[in-house]
């Protein structure tokens, strides 16, 4: 059965409808519509104030006097009215004089009235005007007087926006001329970006608020909780085998929102006083969101926060708008805002017009984060709160080497942006310069400075940054952004378009590394049925055990590299015995072509990547069998930490300038060079100028690197004297001083090595 507020509410929307259907204009309804909420409320006194030329001016009212209409205006702000604008909150007083923001306005005659009650009318999350109603006698409002009055609000959103009543910055995607927010973040991707605020997933526009028929309404509502509680489940399972995107104290809350009666009760509720399905979800959410501004207890401000994020995963469904804004396709310059993503939504977007990301999450060695520094994007992780202070369209920018986004930046503010972004420019211009000169350091030794690469497009960065070669080309990356299995006749022209663009220089392809945060929704779901994927089926592991994925990769490259010299390297092997079948079966397929008289490669390298600290313990069995050696940075960072790098809690639990870390590849070091195999570093931590200046006093000489490094890089390199930074490193490493990082950046400084 409908509640007292929903049969008043329904009363009052019934009335509003009426209006809505009815002839005649703007004005003449809203002077309709505030009789009809004062009658249904018995309120003496209903006004309605719209956002108009950046100031709140009263539009209709009944109880006030006639003449204050179009006279009276309060600025964001100022006055009650102004102050539930500008909090967009909700204001519900006795003595309303007794209010430290009241303002009084003569030319009102207010001052026959005590109690007073507003709430703001909200578009695109943000107040386009005020509803309030005023008594004579000093009383709060019941709750129930108060939820009547927010979906009256919700309704009117409807008409004045139809009517273009208000500011078109108010109520439209620019929102430049409201307060300026700066939002501190943890820098995933160095560099600088501007554009509009794009959603990943976008809210919901909710275009009726008024239901045709109330049962239908309820019906499709039933099905939306189901449709969401099934995706809660799946995922929640997912997490148990810890595949899914979200974290599973995340999918834990999710589910018991999802499930929980009172929520679905209170959208029932909401049908029951005439909403439509999507505005009643909007109605509860708008609810909530009133509630959150008044806890002050972090945890639970995080958990209505989740079900703000549940409202409009379930606003998704209701309304059938369940596609990204990938799909829906960049319109400008856009910085894209989500929780998380994946490395294969990350790269749906049009690179031409993604300028930059911010996530809520996110972590420097998550594989979204390598996809986009390859991509050449800034990125800003975990920056709190994004979702409440910026909305769809807003201006931003971001400073990812300062760890900031500027929401809805002033003028001095863009100004200084701007200035900065000229110098970074120059910079880069002046990398671009010497982009020929030889990575050779101070003291005459030739350095190897690679690019990492994935895609064919990749490959041009070799020239424009002047790199000696590709030291990683991922060729998983042609599969996370095909919908389909690539056949091979696809992967072999990939493999020989990279090797004809390259001109001559070295080509390392690594053969698939897939699993984990890198799942293929093509693949069977096996890889999904297992409790940690960063440690399990993927990679060299998953290649092994489907032999037919790996033998079509390896006859794809054998053709490509057809009358050439090529280096293939195998990821993630934990033992030698591992690089021996992996290799076997590279073989077995030249033997294959060569039987039936394919051209073939003249020389094969083969590697290994050491990102599994136990292959260490077994590098003198591995190291004669191999030809060169590289080591990932960052899977063996988080193995030798026990540290999920997909965790925003773990992302900065540990230093690649750590003793742990420098020891460890010391020993890899010494054992390779007596073995006379040559290593790389292929990881991010080589990409950062002073992270490579250690590696370098490691007797590290083969880098491989983002392409946006290379510049700085080699600065650093031929800035620094590497036989005065070797004995130097080994010195700290010995006995090492209690902050690394800062003892070595003190001695760059010292000696004008270039890491800035």
């Known amino acids: 059965m409908p509640t007292t507020s929903a049969a008043s509410a329904r009363e009052i929307l019934t009335g509003l ?96 009235f005590h109690s007073f009650a507003g709430v703001p009318i909200v578009r695109n999350e943000r107040a386009i005007g005020v509803v309030c109603v005023q008594h004579a006698d000093p009383r709060p409002y019941d709750e129930l007087e108060i939820e009547a009055l927010q979906t009256v609000a919700m309704v009117l959103s409807e008409l004045i926006a139809g009517a273009k009543l208000v500011d078109k910055a108010s109520a439209a995607s620019d929102s430049r001329d409201t307060a300026m927010t700066r939002l501190p973040g943890f820098k995933l991707v160095t560099g600088m970006a501007k554009g509009v605020a794009v959603y990943h997933q976008p809210r919901v526009m909710i275009e009726h608020t008024v239901a045709e028929d109330i049962e239908a309404e309820r019906h499709r509502v039933y099905s939306a909780f189901r449709k969401m509680r099934e995706q809660i489940d799946t995922m929640t399972n997912l997490a148990e085998f810890g595949t899914a995107g979200e974290h599973q104290e995340i999918l834990e809350t999710y589910k018991m929102f999802a499930y929980d009666e009172g929520w679905s009760r209170r959208i029932n509720e909401a049908i029951d006083s005439g909403l439509t399905a999507e505005a009643a979800i909007e109605r509860v959410r708008q609810r909530t969101q009133t509630r959150m501004r008044q806890i002050d207890d972090p945890l639970l401000q995080e958990r209505m926060h989740d079900l703000d994020d549940l409202s409009n995963r379930l606003l998704r469904i209701v309304s059938g708008q369940l596609g990204t804004a990938a799909q829906v396709g960049l319109r400008g310059d856009a910085i894209l805002v989500a929780r998380n993503l994946g490395p294969a939504e990350l790269l749906e977007y049009d690179r031409r017009r993604l300028k930059g990301v911010i996530l809520e999450e996110g972590s420097l060695t998550a594989h979204v984060t390598i996809v986009a520094r390859a991509m050449g994007v800034p990125v800003l992780g975990r920056v709190r709160d994004i979702r409440r202070s910026v909305s769809e369209g807003d201006y931003l920018l971001l400073d990812g080497d300062e760890g900031v986004v500027h929401v809805r930046p002033t003028t001095a503010v863009e100004d200084a942006f701007e200035s900065k972004l000229l110098t970074k ?18 003291d005459g030794e030739r350095l190897t400075v690679a690019i990492n690469a994935g895609l064919r497009d990749d490959v041009e960065a070799l020239d424009a940054t002047g790199a000696d070669a590709i030291g990683l080309f991922r060729t998983e990356f042609q599969f996370l952004v095909s919908a389909t299995l690539p056949r091979r006749e696809a992967q072999q022209k990939l493999y020989k378009a990279v090797l004809d663009a390259a001109g001559g220089k070295l080509v390392v392809f690594r053969t698939l590394d897939i699993g984990g945060d890198k799942a293929l929704p093509y693949l069977h779901a096996e890889e999904h049925e297992e409790e940690n994927p960063a440690m399990g089926w993927r990679a060299l592991r998953l290649s092994l055990d489907r032999s037919a994925l790996m033998k079509a990769q390896a006859r794809a490259l054998l053709e490509a590299g057809g009358g050439r010299e090529i280096h293939i390297m195998f990821p993630m092997v934990s033992e030698p015995w591992e690089f021996d079948a992996a290799k076997a079966l590279i073989e077995e397929q030249r033997e294959w072509l060569a039987q039936r008289k394919k051209l073939l490669p003249h020389k094969i390298n083969y590697g290994a990547m050491l990102e599994v600290p136990a292959l260490a313990e077994t590098l003198d069995l591995l190291l004669p069998k191999i030809d060169f050696l590289s080591i990932g940075t960052n899977d063996l960072t988080q193995f030798l930490f026990a540290a999920d790098r997909a965790h925003p809690k773990l992302a900065e639990r540990y230093d690649w300038l750590s003793p742990a870390i420098l020891r460890f590849l010391q020993r890899v070091m010494d054992m390779a060079k007596a073995h006379k195999v040559p290593v790389a570093v292929c990881g991010e931590m080589g990409g950062r100028p ?67």
């Open 690 to 756: 002073l992270e490579a200046m250690a590696l370098i006093g490691l007797g590290i000489r083969r880098l491989s690197i983002t392409p946006a490094a290379v510049g700085p890089i080699k600065a650093m390199i031929r800035s620094v004297d590497r036989s005065k930074l070797i004995p130097v490193v080994e010195d700290m490493l010995r006995d090492p001083p209690a902050d690394l990082r800062s003892a070595l950046a003190d001695w760059a400084e010292k000696n004008g090595v270039v890491t800035g």
């Open 425 to 442: 420019q120059k910079r880069r211009a002046e990398f671009a310069a010497s982009k020929n000169l030889p990575s050779v350091t101070l």
């Open 17 to 112: 409808h009426e209006v809505m259907a009815s002839k005649g204009g703007a004005q003449a309804k809203l002077n309709k519509v505030v009789k009809i909420i004062a009658e249904a409320m018995a309120s003496e006194v209903c006004s309605i104030y719209l956002l108009r030329d950046g100031a709140l001016e009263l539009f209709a009212t009944v109880g006030l006097n006639q003449s204050a209409v179009h006279v009276t205006k309060l600025a964001l702000g100022e006055g009650l009215v102004g102050t539930i604008a500008e909090q967009v909150e909700v204001l519900n007083l006795d003595e309303a004089s007794r209010h430290p923001e009241f303002a009084y306005r003569p030319e009102t005659g207010e001052e026959l």
